[in-house]
Structure formats: C-alpha cells, structure tokens
C-alpha cells in the first residue's frame, strides 16, 4: 500500500511540476514578448485558467484525498522529505477544499478585470474607477477568510499564503520597533547626508554598454548562465522555472545606469536561491523558496547587505569605471556615498535602504485596518495621504503617486506587502551568523563568491521548502525574527556615512 | 446518446488544443530566446515528451474509442464540421494504436540525439559521424511503415502524413514532367541571364532599418499585428499558436538586405493563412492548413508570385528607396531583374524560383531510393553529388553543402521534402484561378491586398482542414495537381526577363 501511494505522490508531482513548467512558461511570454499580440490574450488566458483548474482539479480528487490521507496517517514510514511534502500537500487541500471553485474562477476573472482598471485609473490619476473594484476584491478576500478560518485575526489567513507561520500579533512588535527607533533616526539621517552629491549617478550612458556589464555582474555574484537568461521587461521580476531554468529581467535607462545595476543584483538574488536547490528535491513539489520574506531576504541581501557595501563595490570598481568610463573621476567613496544616499520619496520601489520599510509599513497597517473592519475604501486615500505626511514630511501631489501606485492590491494580494520588511530584517539576521563564520567583507572585497554563495546554499538554498521560515531562521541564527539587529545595521552602515560624509568636508 | 459524444468531443477538443498551446509555447521559448540555459534542455524535453503522450494516451483512451466509434456510426445526425473531425480523429487514431508507445518514445529520443550530431558531423564536415544514426532513423521508419500499412508502396505512408492523398504514383508523374521541362529550360535560362548585375543587393544596410521595414512589410501585404509579431532566429519559421497568436521568425544580414525581405513575405504567407482561419472551426481541431503542401503554396505565393512579381515590386519600391536609400540609383526593373536572377546553386534554401524544385527533385528521388529498399546509407553523398552534377552541373565540394546541407533526415522528417514543390505548383494552380476573377497585377501594384486576402480566404484561408488537399485544389481549380501550369508560369515569367534583359543591353 505505502509503495502504490508513494508511486501515486511521484505521478502527481510529475503532472503538477509539468503543468507549472507550462504556466510559467505562459506568463514568461506574456510578460517579456515586447510585442504581444493584444488579441491573443484572450486564449491565452483560457489556457491558464484550464491549468490552473487541472492543479485545483486533481489536488482534491477523491484519488488525492485518498492518498494524503493514507500517507498521513503512516508517515512514520517516510523520508523527511516525503514528510515535508505531506505536510505541504495537507495544507493546500485544506485551502482549495474549502473555497468553491466558482468562487474562486469568478474572483480569479474579477482580478484581471481589476488589474485592467487599475492601471487606467493610475493613468488618468482618478481614484474612484478603481475603488469600486478596490471593494470586491476586498470582500471576495474577507469571504474567504471566513470560510478558510473563522477563528483567527483574518489578516493571520492572508499572511499565512506567503508567510506560513507570521502573524498579526509578531508583526505588530516587529513594525513597533521599526516606528520608533527608524522613523527618527532617518530622519536625522537624511538631513545630515543631504550634501551628497549623486549628479554622476545620472550621466547619460548608453543601453549598449549598460546591458553588457548585466551578463557580467550576474556571473560575477554567482548566477549561473547556463542555467538561467536575463532579459528586459517594464518592472524587473524573476521566475525560476526550475532550478535548471531560472530567469529574471531588469530595466534599462539612459540617464540612470544604476537602476538596472540594483535590478540584476536584486533579481539575481532571487535567482541563485532558486538555482542551488538540492538535487534531492528533483521531482518534488519542494523546489523554490521558504517564504516570500525569506526569497525577498536573498534579493535583499545581494541587493543591500552585499550591493551597497564599501568592500563589494571597492572590488568591483575598477570593471565598473572601465566599462563605463563616465565616472572615472569619481572616487569609489563618493560612488558608495551616492548609492546610499537616503531621502523621503513618495514612492516605494524607488526607497532607499534606510526608509523602505517605513513605505511597508505604512501599507502594512492600511491593510490591518481594512481587514479589520476599521476603515471604508473611499477614506483610503486621505488616510495614505497623511500618512506619507507623518512618516516621510511629504504632501502626496496625486493619487497615482500615492495609494495608486503598487499593483498589488489590484492583483489581490493582500498581505503581500510584509514580505519586504521581513526579508530586509532576515537578510540581516541571516548576514550576522555569516559573518561569525566566514570573513564576508573579503570576499566581498575580492569578488570571491564562492565561499559566500556556499554558505548560502547550505544553510538556505539547497533546504528549498523543507523548513518553515520561522523553521528555517531559527536553525540558522538560533532565535526568531528579531528587527534590532536589522535597526542596528542601519544605525551602524549610517553612522559611519554620516562620519565619512563629515572628513570628506572638512 | 449523441449529445454526450458531442460533449465528450468537445473536452478532448479543449484539451488537446491548450496542450499544443503549451507545446508550441515552449518551442517558441526554445527556438527564440536567444540565450536559452543549455541545462534547461533536459526538463524542456521530459515536459515535451510528457504533454505529447499526454496527449497519444487521450487519443488511444477507451473513452475516446467509445466516442470515435459511436460518432463515426451516427454521422449523420453530424454538421459537415462534426463529421471531418471524425474522420481526422479516425485517421490520428489508426496511425496512434498501429504503433507501440515504447517503440514512438525510443524513436523520440533517437532524433533528439541524431539533430544534435547532425549539427556536429554538418560542421566538421564528416558524413561518417552521422550515417549510422541516419540508417537507425529509416530503420525505425521502415518499421512504422510495416506497423501501419504493409500493403501499398512504402513512401506513400511517409507522404501521407504531411500530405493525405498523395502517392509515389501521382508524385513520379509531377516529377517527370519537371525533369524533363524543367531541366533543360533552366539551363538555358541561366546561362541568358548570366549578365544581370546584382552588386547592389549586397550592399551593406544597418540591421535597424532592415528591422523597421519588416514591421511595414508584413502589414502592408495583410498579416495582422494584433493577432502576431515578428522576431528573430537563425532559421525563418512560422508557427501558428492560434488564430490569434501567430508567430514568425526572420533573419537580417548586413550585407544582404533582400535575404530578410523574402523570408518574412514567405513565413507571412504561412501566418497570413494561420490567421484567417473561421470563426466556426474554434474549439476543433480544424484549425490550420490543409496539408504541408497547400500551406507552403501560401508561403510561396506570397515570397514568389507577388515578393517577385514586377507589379508589387514597382508599387512597394518607392518606400522601398526610401528606407533603403542605398538602392536610389536602381531602377525598379534592375531590381526586378536582380532579385530574379537564377543561378545554379549547392544549397537549397539558397536557390532561386527557377532552380528550387530541381533540388526537391533529387532528394525526392533519394529518399523514393531509400524506402524502395534500392540504396545503402553509406552510398548516398556519392548519389547525391552525381545528381547535383547531372541536374545542376555542379561539383560538391563536401558534404556539409551536400548530403548534410538539411536538418530534415535527421530530424526524421522523410517524404517532407516534395510538399516545398507542390507548394509552388499549387501555387500556381491558384494564382491562375486568382486572375480570373480578380485584376491581380493592379491590385498588387497599387498595395491593395484587401482583395487579394479576402480570396484567399473565402477559397482556402478559412476552410482549415476541412478539405483533403487534393479536393481542396480541386474546389478551387477544377483540377487536381498539374505540373504545367506551374512549368508554363516560369517560361513565360524567364522569358519576359530574357526579353527586358536583351532591350536593356541593347
């Protein structure tokens, strides 16, 4: 019996895996073909819909059922890795076994109809087409809230689709700290390192020399050619198809070749977690990563901790001026002040290191309040709005620069937003262990990656899904997520800015 | 009863359809993304070689049995469009359950690894390494052909799979005539039109402009934008997604501007087909060409009997001059003249419109050779080189621009070959018909494709695979395929040039 059921789970991955192979695939094109034919996207969309209810379909088949159940009940007699898939097979039958599939399919069309809106909303910078959408979507979420778990804060069920483990209760100790201890200090911040000069970041450079140095950056932290691609698209992403096929984008500017520098570096990240799984995991439904905070603390890392460190670009330097011979007479301190140099924006994926948790945050309790039941979706905007007052000194000039500017809310993914604290807080905790074991500011220095993405792999990459997050941080760092090491990092990295900003001057 | 067949028909119909969506999806990912991971092959082909049998295993299922058998007694109460999705799903499953799945897969695998020594054996120029894959590939041909058909000549099974109704017998008929007009008339001509100067084709032009201009081009003769795009790989193709989602592919060398300009009227022609297909046939399998040889008619009426037709030429040149100002001082009938020019030629997909079916000929005869049981695999490159001398004149100088010049064989792709020929002769027949009802020559100098296109469709475009190709040629021309027309266009069009030529230099 456990071997025909054993023999049942590796056909059923092989369906799920291959199906997925296909989706992935499907959103690959239609986000990077430059020229999509507008009207293919109608069967195109029907295709995804057909696969996706093929997954839903045969996950709470009676066959399934049949199956989980049996290896559930005798799990004993599994590897942990079997175990582990059990576990996560249980808790997506959970999922889809209690939300009906017509509920589902209407608010999977209601999400591409939302989108649609959204951005013409964004465009024409008008608030009101979209709260009405804006509404459904939240009631769709808060209906399926009731029926997947009644019983907890219902901002715990959404957490739980991308933060397994996370809930209301950690999180609001976690942003506690970051309002009081990081609102002030960026605030200091940003006026002392108000002379740095960045006008060399915004020289014009030409597409051709900028997409060269991607390919090279890519290889020079670790990502491996021969089993990923990059390519262009508006908004930077990457998919990691899988571990053999991983790729990402980034966005190419002329008067701003340092955005598509911390895309690769960012999305690159994403990809060696999904490039160095464990070949154990071939075949399995347990290839990718742990949580989206903890692949967010992998981009986070080779964005930030290794990215805009003195040691990583002093090694990197002499390339970088060479191939983009605009800032020759720029001195690698001033080049590693003017990538860090933070400041109030208005909007999120232009933050700084310093301040772009207080943008999540500020989503982050527009959500809970939403959620809970504390606020109506035409206040939204006067809220956000004094908000961005409180926490960054901005007024918001217009509604697309202010609660329409993420697509999130518009795609139905409430809950998302945490993600990106948590994986700068992550990054952090994570970076902390590894600097106890290997001299990282070396590596960095000299560009050896493979030490650092060693250490990496072993202690993350390779465990793909196995662990939990909050499973997967303690093993590596002996406590829970824990934001003052996080704080301290900034208090630290700026500080010494602010120092080296000052003997600049002098 | 009947009601529940129809349902039936209609979910194998929706699944086999987004199937060969993913299919060609990831083709085109494969083929077109220019940096492909190497290491990403092997998971591609075990999703390729899963949705495929996927799909065989649909095909041969008992459900789908039920359903053929009940539906092909009951034909009656069936629409025209019912009833020739039966007989195709007849057909599909004849040839599916003659051959075991093992045998197909092993052979599967044998032409992936055979392509890829192919390629090797074409670029170190050695036959050696590729001849024993080269016989294990017609074994396993012979071997289907005596599963499937024992009976009848073997090369009629090989032809009926990408041209039903075609036999060694029809084919020897249309051959001869060739060889015995053709050959003689060709050689002739080349040698009267030796004086033609072509230098100015081979002018050098940036790939931007060349680029630019195939966007004008495809939509100027009538492929549709918003139901395609066009891109870029080393090889041309076409590939049909879906009525809605047509794709092809071109290739621009910087010093042969025309090269680009004929492939993308070529691979439009096959789009321009794809994408007027009947509303009526959506959700069948009806969707596409009646036969390799029909869809190539389409592809070289649009690259030859309009792409070098004087007409067109004279009503595009003026833009053409303007995007290519290299060309200002050649006038339209030198351009004519040059891009007609006929030479004998090593290549195939190099020769001209005089030469092209000569080289479908001698392989047409190779491959009739081969399946007569008349040839060893080891004999052919000298085969092959005494008829490039006795049909062309020409010396081989090796193999690679000889006997291992296509990728056909060692794709597996036998009895492939004469479908380019009856594209042009169908073509022809066509065109014929075409000009008696409408003025073509006035519509294809004023640009005017709208009728054209709407001809096209109404006789062939929007019928799908409605028709066998044979009763299709003959809905339209009365007649089935005839040699003479299309031996009596080339006379009559290589006279002409013969006679301008001779005004010119006099």
Redesign the interface.
């Given at each position: 019996m456990l071997l025909k059921y054993l023999k049942q789970l590796n056909a059923y991955n092989?369906?799920v895996i291959?199906y997925n192979?296909?989706l992935n695939?499907?959103y690959?094109?239609m986000e990077t073909?430059t020229?999509?034919?507008?009207?293919?996207v109608?069967?195109?969309s029907?295709?995804i819909e057909?696969?996706s209810k093929e997954i839903t379909n045969l996950l709470v088949s009676k066959d399934t059922i049949e199956m989980i159940d049996y290896l559930t009940e005798n799990n004993k007699s599994l590897t942990p890795i079997q175990k582990r898939q059990v576990i996560l097979l249980n808790r997506a039958y959970n999922r889809a076994s209690k939300i009906p599939v017509d509920l589902q399919t209407k608010y999977e069309g209601l999400k591409i109809k939302a989108q649609s809106v959204w951005v013409e909303a964004k465009e024409k910078n008008d608030y009101s087409l979209f709260a009405p959408y804006f509404k459904e979507l939240i009631f769709y979420n808060k209906k399926f809230i009731k029926l997947l778990e009644p019983k907890v804060h219902p901002y715990d069920i959404l957490l739980e689709q991308g933060e397994f483990g996370m809930t209301v209760e950690k999180l609001d100790k976690f942003f506690d700290v970051l309002k009081k201890e990081l609102i002030p200090f960026a605030k200091a911040t940003i006026e002392k390192l108000e002379s740095i000069n960045t006008d060399f970041l915004f020289k014009s450079i030409p597409l051709e020399r900028q997409k060269a140095f991607s390919n090279y950056l890519a290889r020079y932290i670790g990502f491996d050619?021969?089993?990923?691609?990059?390519?262009e698209s508006e908004h930077p992403f990457c998919m990691g198809?899988?571990p053999?096929?991983?790729r990402f984008t980034t966005h190419y500017y002329g008067n701003n070749f340092i955005s598509s520098i911390y895309s690769v570096l960012h999305e690159a990240g994403h990809g060696i977690y999904e490039q160095n799984q464990d070949s154990e995991l071939e075949g399995t439904m347990l290839q990718g990563g742990a949580s989206m905070g903890v692949h967010e603390s992998q981009s986070r890392t080779f964005e930030n901790l290794f990215g805009r460190n003195y040691y990583f670009l002093k090694g990197l330097y002499p390339n970088l001026q060479e191939i983009f011979p605009e800032i020759k007479e720029v001195s690698v301190e001033a080049f590693y002040k003017g990538v860090n140099k933070p400041e109030n924006s208005l909007i999120r994926i232009e933050a700084d290191e310093l301040t772009y948790s207080l943008h999540i945050m500020l989503r982050y309790e527009i959500e809970k309040m939403i959620f809970e039941d504390k606020i109506e979706v035409d206040e939204l905007p006067k809220i956000w709005n004094s908000k961005m007052k409180e926490y960054f000194g901005l007024d918001v000039p217009n509604d697309s620069k202010g609660i329409l500017q993420d697509v999130h809310w518009a795609g139905g993914m409430f809950g998302y937003f945490p993600s990106y604290s948590l994986g700068n807080a992550y990054a952090n905790q994570i970076i902390e262990e590894m600097k106890k074991e290997i001299k990282l500011d070396e590596f960095l220095e000299k560009g050896e990656f493979g030490p650092i993405n060693y250490w990496l792999r072993e202690k993350i990459h390779r465990k793909g899904m196995l662990l939990d997050p909050d499973d997967l941080i303690k093993s590596i760092c002996k406590e829970e997520l824990n934001p003052y090491l996080y704080i301290n990092y900034l208090k630290e990295k700026f500080r010494k800015i602010i120092e080296m900003n000052t003997d600049v001057s002098n």
């Open positions: 092989e369906k291959n192979y296909c695939n499907i690959w094109d073909e020229a999509f034919p507008p009207k293919a109608e069967k195109t029907q295709v057909f696969l050619l021969n089993k990923g691609l990059i390519k198809i899988e053999n096929n991983v």
